[in-house]
């Protein structure tokens, strides 16, 4: 797993390279580019990423911002 740099010192570029650099989060936000997502839709687009790695993808995003999760009521 990639160290990445700290964030006061890091420029936009470097941040988004370490965030994206874990094997399937570049999957996940691929997917999620196109617009939002519910997580059973992720799970039907991203087949071959497995639940509980999509759960260790979606939770570090959600916390440092990269995606909002909402409550779908």
């Known amino acids: ?37 519910r997580y059973s839709d992720l799970l039907n687009l991203a087949a071959v990423v497995p639940e509980h790695i999509l759960t260790q993808v979606l939770r570090p995003l959600a916390i440092d911002g990269g995606i909002q999760k909402t409550d779908a009521h």
């Open 1 to 37: 797993m990639p160290i990445a740099p700290k964030k006061s010192r890091c420029c936009p570029i470097a941040r988004s390279l370490a965030v994206l650099s874990e094997r399937w989060k570049a999957i996940v936000v691929w997917h999620l580019l196109s617009g939002r997502k």
